[in-house]
């Protein structure tokens, strides 16, 4: 018979004496397996076998290993659904003599060792026919000095297992030889897996086979597991099946970290006390992040005198500091009720009798997520449902994983939905690599390097006839050397990379040089008989490249690749490059920036100079977007992205270029055109807005103000033009508003022939902008970041770059059902703010939320400093969140009427707050923030609401329109000049972030 040896020092005696050889045992598992399918309808006489997943995957692997022996393979199952024995199942049916299992830790090593040692429920179940000779196994802790020694092991032993971290010891060659004989590699828990020690195991493994067994095939650094799925047993079916107990969400909702530490160790306890009085032998673990969190918590919260009888014990990785040193035999005999752990119990333990888990941090990771979840809701008899307490106050979670803590989630609904898509993620993108014609060793390189790859939004454009020949295979007149490359079966997409040596310029010596990769991609968009082409390699001319592969390429008209600006609003350009001409020939290049766009526009609309290249910023109703594009045929856009949205990029503007209807001259006719100025225009000023390089990429400031010595965040404070104060076509005061009490802090800004310049007006009030550990002066912050100073027909200055408007036509006018009117009777319309506090119902804000009220789930006052609105209204939808931002404003008189005045602001916080529409998790986390301990603010819903929005916004739109409260504006009185602020609104509402808007007002 078949034993579990292991070793621990290189003078341990002979460990394979009276062992039974490799080639005997196998021998008698030949059609030693019965495949029989667990049954337990009938109670009474219940059929015991292997469970669905299990005989699901075992055939799998079969089909897969019957046409594809080679190929590695992925078998996603749920923790808990019997992976290990599905293991043992395909080496007793395939009869392989030398497996290798890989684990990530140390406990799951030693359980796995000894379930192939007594090969787990195949021998309890009956489902080995007699003669069936157990395995030897081998548990490697550590490698043996002796080389002869290791080979020994690995050739005296059917099964050998060990870690990760073990074979990433051993030099790549003395690893091969080792496993030279073995038939197959077993990896568990392959999320774990690191792209090294894969990759050593993988070119071991040549032409052997490889399984990979997960429960999500996502590496926990959300990195691809490299091979192909050939099973997926998804987790729904799991609890369909009775695999997965029934799982109950216990929340508790606070800000404070120690506060939180307390409330969910009292749950959990309470839990815990409550399933065993009612006669329930379960187990809690109570997951922290690093060492030093889980002993704070097991002595502050766990440890405790009223608890002893549970037993409590603390396990990390460091076995000097287990609590009590004989924490791990109180595990084993089941004494201990309560383990304090970090990651030791996430995986590898076999103890159904978790069954509550308390969660003072989470995962990070999806995959470890799902894993550590399957551990605790594994079905067993006798045991009752799963229990998870965490803290929805906790705002580190990942967007993966944010629709779990919301307050009244349903993991049972939601875990099985995050496994699915997970799978589907990994499973579309198998789909892409597969339509590449590649081998086996070509499609492993190019999932990995797909997984990976983001070129630069750039191409260049060429068209091609109906009769034209098109060969994609013929890219070796151009990619010399040895370059990777793969051709998709349709024969429309071709990508390369290559590696190049490249000798520094700036140091002597052959020994220094850079290693330089370099990709080429060449797409075949045969709808529009368009080529595109992108290359980053060095000395790949795309010209030549598209010419080997579509020999009757042309180059597009040069004025139809200025096509591509077509649709794009308020499309700002940043660089106009042309060519001057004299008769048929060219005489000179000219670049235009800045100011000088105008200059540079002019030439080509007189039709004196040829475009070149133009490079601007525009909107197509989804936020701001760049793009360029050059008479040689190139387009580009200033970032990078992922194959799928390339390619889908360059479709966008290939739609374009084939579209006759685009006029490339009304496009440049509507250009905005910067110029520099001296003077403020004569147009009144709607706003102030802060320079969008103060935020963060992820929408995070970058910025805080510490006034008398207190850190305020930039996002809680504003600029408002001081109109009746100093203003006149040189000087303009702005001053910064700043925290809950809106101190002012007043700043003058200066125009005239040197440019602009800010400066304070008075130097009493201490105050500091800080960034990081910089500390400067606000006026600092405001020369290097200018703010955008708003008009009120929406043109604006930044610096001294004044950026007009195109006059509205007086044909325009406003939709009719644009002014709503409401009658105002009990309301003092010269009273904006409610104050929940002073109950001031007869306020505008108060009337909103009086009619308002019942269409929406959530209202919020967020009336003050930073403001996002006067109101923020939010409601949750099967497609979308709709919210609404109420911009409310007091009447300057006691009557209605047509004063501009009572529009200026108005129109000003319309526009501020458009931004929001592109940044719908930042807008959500912003009222989270301004929200906290201001639960008085909520006329209607709570912060979990905001909370439980912010989530699913994961898959969720944002709906955003936008409301105009004036009182103090009357409908039939409204003059011209108010209603065109209200078409400029109106407008750049639309074609900036698609966002409808109306003003309400008085008769």
Known sequence: ????????????????????????????????????????????????????????????????????????????????????????????????????????????????????????????????????????????????VSHQKCF???????????????????????????????????????????????????????????????????????????????????????????????????????????????KIAKKALSLLRSDREAGKDHMLLVRANTIDRANFLYDQFYNITEDSDLFPVLVTSD?????????????????????????????????????????????????????????????????????????????????????????????????????????????SFQELVERFVKNEDEELELTHLLSIFKPTVSMRVFGYSDDSTININNWGVVLKGDPAVYVTNDENLLISFSKESMRINWMSGPECTDIRWGYSLVYIDRTRKLCYVNSSEHGI????????????????????????????????????????????????????????????????????????????????????????????????????????????????????????????????????????????????????????????????????????????????????????DGYNQYHLIISMLIGRNRAKVPLKMTLDNSGFRFERLELLTDIKIKKGNYISSIEALLNDNPPSIIFADFSFLIGAYYVPIEEISSEIELDEDYLEVWNWDGVNIRSESYIPEKNNIDSVQYKVLEIEKDLWDVLYLDDGCGEIADIVALKDTDDSIRACFYHCKYSSEDMPGARKKDLYELCGQARLSAKWKNASTNLLKQLLRRSKGKENRFIKGSSNDFRTMKRSLIDKSLDLSIILVQPGVSKTKISIQMKNMLIATQSYLMDTNSIESRLICSL
Request: charged content about 25%; proline content about 4%; glycine content about 6%.
């Open 1 to 144: 018979m078949g034993k579990v040896n292991s070793f621990l020092t290189s003078q341990q005696p002979e460990l394979f004496e009276n062992v039974s050889s490799t080639s005997s045992i196998v021998k008698s598992w030949n059609e030693g397996l019965v495949l029989r399918e667990e049954s337990l309808s009938d109670s009474e006489h219940p059929i015991k076998g292997l469970r669905t997943p299990q005989i699901g995957a075992i055939c799998a692997i079969k089909a897969h290993w019957s046409i594809n022996d080679n190929k590695p393979a992925i078998i996603v199952m749920p923790t808990g659904s019997g992976k290990t024995d599905t293991m043992i199942a395909c080496m007793i049916w395939e009869s392989l003599e030398h497996v290798l299992v890989v684990v990530p830790t140390a406990l799951l090593r030693s359980q796995i060792a000894s379930k192939f040692e007594d090969l787990g429920i195949l021998s309890r179940y009956g489902l080995l026919k007699g003669g069936v000779i157990k395995p030897n196994v081998f548990e490697l802790k550590n490698w043996p």
């Open 319 to 427: 076995r000097k500091k287990l609590k009590p040193k004989h924490a791990m035999e109180l595990i084993a005999q089941k004494q201990a009720k309560i383990i304090v752990s970090v990651d030791m119990f996430g995986e590898g333990i076999d103890l159904p009798n978790l069954k509550i888990a308390a969660l003072h941090d989470q995962y990070k990771s999806l995959p470890i997520t799902l894993q550590f979840i399957g551990r605790i809701t594994r079905s067993e008899a006798n045991l009752g449902e799963a229990k998870f307490v965490a803290n929805l106050g906790d705002e580190t979670f990942i967007p993966a994983l944010q629709k779990l803590y919301i307050e009244n989630a349903d993991w049972n609904k939601v875990l099985p939905e995050l496994s699915r898509y997970a799978v589907l993620r990994r499973t």
């Open 152 to 262: 020994e092991i690995f050739r005296n032993n059917n099964v050998v297992v060990t870690t990760v971290a073990m074979i990433s010891k051993k030099k790549q060659e003395e690893f091969h030889d080792l496993i030279s004989e073995y038939d197959a590699v077993f990896f568990d828990e392959a999320h774990h897996t690191t792209a090294p020690t894969w990759t050593k195991i993988r070119n071991a493994f040549a032409g052997k086979r490889i399984l990979q067994f997960t429960a999500t095939p996502f590496r926990r650094d959300e990195k691809l597991i490299l091979g192909k799925i050939i099973y997926n047993y998804p987790l729904s079916h799991a609890m369909r099946d009775g695999i997965f107990t029934k799982i109950h969400f216990h929340p508790i909702d606070e800000y404070d970290r120690n506060s939180a530490d307390k």
């Open 541 to 724: 001319n795309e010209f030549d490249l598209a010419k080997a592969i579509v020999p009757s390429r042309y180059t597009i008209d040069p004025e139809f690749n200025f096509r591509v600006f077509g649709g794009m609003k308020r499309l700002l350009l940043s660089n106009v490059g042309l060519k001057k001409m004299m008769g048929n020939r060219s005489i000179t290049y000219q670049s235009f920036i800045g100011s000088n766009v105008e200059d540079g526009l002019s030439y080509i609309l007189r039709h004196s100079s040829q475009k070149s290249n133009l490079f601007g910023t525009g909107y197509e109703g989804c936020g701001p977007e760049t793009i360029g594009a050059a008479a040689k045929g190139r387009i580009w856009s200033f970032k990078q992205d992922n194959l799928d949205n390339f390619l889908r990029w360059a479709e966008q503007c290939g739609e374009k270029l084939t579209d006759s209807s685009i006029s490339v001259e009304s496009i440049l006719k509507g250009v905005l055109k910067p110029k520099k100025i001296e003077e403020l225009p004569p147009i009144g000023i709607i706003c102030v807005e802060q320079n969008s390089d103060l935020i963060s990429e992820k929408g995070e400031s970058q910025y805080s103000v510490i006034l008398d010595n207190q850190e305020i965040d930039i996002f809680d404070t504003e600029l408002k033009p001081e109109l009746e």
